[in-house]
């Protein structure tokens, strides 16, 4: 059977019929899909109960595996990270983000796929960078391009938050360690499409490093707005086994933190990508 694909929105997104994700993936689906994420940045999957290790097999189909340093993840497939507000202080992720941009080779992309929900809320919203650059105006686009941005893991994992007990601090202290802040293009060239995407957001951007820090702090705060505005992003109202698969190259999300204190909990397994140019 055909992917049947269904576009959600003029920016980006869109809805992908017609396969089970938790077969083993065909060359010729393989491909339909890596198409349908460079058109759309976002596809969303109805109804594909999963377990880790087909999760992990199927986005490891598009490149290797990302192990996170701070979430706790599946015991017997590490690369599979647990979201569960049960566990873990996940308010990191009720802010407009691009995941793990503190790497030197920041992730090219997550399979997300939703397994305990709230009764109501607990959507995610995902904005494409795309759009946003190309809504600026031309001089501002100009002034964009060539500049770079500090990205910081301490951002979005203080240490307050982090390093309650001793064991936690070690980990915290750790991974800070190893896993220093940064420089990123402040717009970023998608390596396929060759379009270019605003790549700064809220939750790991610092500072943009050629401005004085007060014309850092303002051109940031302005990307900041202008890149989440609605006319850039697609919100999506998950049910049950649904699967988001996103490329992180060019989009941020935000999982909206308004169903407490009732309980969420999702895995994700993250692609590593390569170096933004």
Known sequence: MSLHITPLSSALGAQVEGITLSEPLSDANQRAIEQALLDHQVLFFRNQPITPQQQARFAARFGDL??????PNVPEQPEVLILDTAVTDVRDNAIWHTDVTFLPEPAMGAVLSAKLLPPRGGDTLWASGIAAFEALSAPLQNLLDGLTATHDFTRSFPLERYGSTPEDYARWDETRRKHPPQSHPVVRTHPVSGRKALFVSEGFTSK???LEPAESQ???????????KPEFFVRWRWQENDIAFWDNR????????DYRPARRVMQRATILGDKPF
């Open 250 to 257: 060019v989009t941020q999300h935000y999982a909206v933190d």
């Open 218 to 228: 303002a051109l940031l705060t302005f990307l900041f707005a202008h890149a989440t």
């Open 66 to 71: 990302h192990i996170h340093p701070i979430y």
């Open 208 to 210: 943009i490093n050629e």
